[in-house]
Nanobody, 118 residues
């Protein structure tokens, strides 16, 4: 079992930045790939970015490429999402999730709200 708690959301103006954090507990953090997802009102949940357990491999969705950066600190059991050049379209609840050995994202946090005003 892995417990995930997101933080760092808030209200920001267009063009601003936020850094989301996701603190994990319960198992060996480095054994889990981690992902960030988001869900806007009335829309399906959308993949944002993921990172391998070692942190050496990352992948971003096209919509955030060049603006968002995922990273992790295994010593702190934390994964981050640095979000720059934010746009109103980025407004959503952001969730982190954990995946063990390619079994899919089974563990999810409760989310943190990000609102970008125009």
């Amino acid at each position: 079992q892995v417990q995930l708690v997101e933080s760092g959301g808030g209200l920001v103006q267009t063009g601003g930045s936020l850094r989301l954090s996701c603190a994990a507990s319960g198992r060996t953090f480095s054994n889990y790939a981690m992902g960030w997802f988001r869900q806007a009102p009335g829309k399906e949940r959308q993949f944002v970015a993921d990172i391998s357990g070692s942190g050496r491999s990352t992948y971003n969705a096209y919509s955030v490429k060049g603006r968002f950066t995922i990273s992790r600190d295994n010593a702190k059991n934390t994964v981050y999402l640095q979000m720059n050049s934010l746009e109103p379209e980025d407004t959503a609840v952001y969730y982190c999730a954990a995946s063990y050995s390619g079994q899919g994202y089974k563990y999810w946090g409760r989310g943190t709200q990000v609102t970008v005003s125009s």
